[in-house]
C-alpha cells in the first residue's frame, strides 16, 4: 500500500522546527498539483497499475530563488521534507505542476506518499489562513503542528476524515464471492469495495453496516477490522474491514452513487486491480481473489 516502503524510509511526523538544507525536499502546490520533474519509462501499462513514470520531488538547492515561507513537513528515513507556503514560486528548471492523483502511478513509492501526505497538509495549512472563529489572520505554531489564532487563541489541528472499505462476502463450501461495486458518474471506475465516510457521533463499525446497506442493501455480520491507510488525496484515513452477508443476498444498488454492484466468485474478479500497489482497496479485493476466504481468517 502507499505507507509500506523499506525501513531505509520509515515515516516521522514528529515536528521540529527544522530549516532546510540544500538537500532537502521543498514541496510546493497549487490548484494544478504538485511541483515534480516526471519521466516516462516506457513499456509499462501504466492503466492497469504498472509503473510507468519515475517522479523527482525539488530539492531546496533545485530552487532559482529560495522559497519564502517554508515549514517543516516530515522525514522518511534519512531525508527531510519541507513545504513551500508561498503564493507563487520560481520553479525549477525541469519540474512541472503535475495532478497528486494522476501521479498514483510513478514511482518510487516513497515519494509518492510524501507527494499524497503533502498535499493534505497544504490543503490545510492554506484552509486555515485566517481564523474560522473570530476571522483574525492566524500563525504556525512555532514547535508544533498547529494553526494558531493570536486574537481569540483557537487552535487548529491537522484535518483527517475517517472513512471505511468493506469487503462483503459470502463462503459457503467452494461457493466464495464478494460484493464489488462501481461508481456512478466516471467513465474510468474500477471496480471497488463498498465504501463511505463516518459520521460524527458513529463508531466505524455502524460505519459499515450503514454504507452496505445503503449502497447495496445488504445487511452484514461478523465484521473483522483488516488493515488502516492514510488517504491523503481526500484527507482520508481509511478502515478496511471484511465481513458476511447476513441473511438475503440480494443486492439493491443505490443508483444515486453506484453505476452497478454485484456478486463476483474468486474466479470473476477482475484482474484490473492487480497491479494496484497503492491502495487497501486493491489489496483487499487481490487478497480475496487469491485466497477467498482465508483472506481474513
Ligand atoms: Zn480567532
Redesign the pocket.
Known amino acids: 500500500m502507499i505507507q509500506e516502503f523499506g525501513v531505509e524510509h520509515a515515516y516521522d511526523n514528529h515536528f521540529e522546527p527544522h530549516e532546510p538544507a540544500e538537500k532537502d525536499y521543498v514541496l510546493h502546490y497549487t490548484a494544478a498539483g504538485c511541483l515534480a520533474r516526471v519521466t516516462h519509462v516506457g513499456g509499462a501499462d501504466a492503466d492497469a497499475g504498472d509503473s510507468g513514470e519515475v517522479m523527482e520531488l525539488p530539492r531546496l538547492a533545485d530552487y532559482p530563488r529560495r522559497p519564502g515561507l517554508v515549514t517543516y513537513l516530515f522525514s522518511l528515513g534519512e531525508e527531510r521534507f519541507f513545504l513551500a507556503l508561498d503564493e507563487r514560486v520560481l520553479a525549477p528548471a525541469g519540474f512541472a505542476y503535475e495532478s497528486v492523483n494522476w501521479l498514483r502511478r510513478a514511482e518510487p513509492q516513497h515519494l509518492l506518499f510524501a507527494a499524497a501526505t503533502g498535499s493534505q497538509l497544504d490543503r490545510w495549512y492554506r484552509a486555515n489562513r485566517f ?1 474560522g ?4 489572520r ?1 500563525e504556525l505554531a512555532s514547535r508544533s503542528r498547529e494553526v494558531v ?1 493570536p ?4 487552535i487548529v489541528y491537522p484535518r483527517i476524515c475517517p472513512g471505511v472499505i468493506c469487503a462483503v462476502t459470502s463462503c459457503r463450501g467452494d461457493d466464495e464471492r464478494i460484493v464489488l461495486t462501481r461508481y456512478a458518474g466516471r467513465t474510468t471506475a474500477l471496480w471497488a469495495l463498498v465504501a463511505g465516510f463516518t459520521e460524527i457521533g458513529e463508531p466505524l463499525e455502524d460505519t459499515v453496516r450503514r454504507e452496505v446497506m445503503e449502497e447495496v442493501g445488504l445487511s452484514v455480520r461478523n465484521l473483522r477490522f483488516y488493515k488502516s491507510q492514510p488517504w491523503s488525496f481526500t484527507d482520508t484515513l481509511l478502515v478496511g474491514f471484511w465481513c458476511e452477508v447476513d441473511g438475503d443476498p440480494t443486492i439493491t444498488v443505490d443508483r444515486s452513487e453506484l453505476k452497478e454492484a454485484r456478486w463476483f466468485s474468486r474466479s470473476e474478479i477482475p484482474l484490473e486491480r492487480t497491479g494496484d500497489h497503492a491502495s487497501l482497496t486493491g489489496e483487499m479485493i487481490e487478497r480475496f481473489r487469491l485466497m477467498g476466504r482465508a483472506a481474513w481468517e
Open positions: 481564523c472563529r473570530c476571522g483574525a492566524t489564532c486574537e481569540c487563541a483557537s
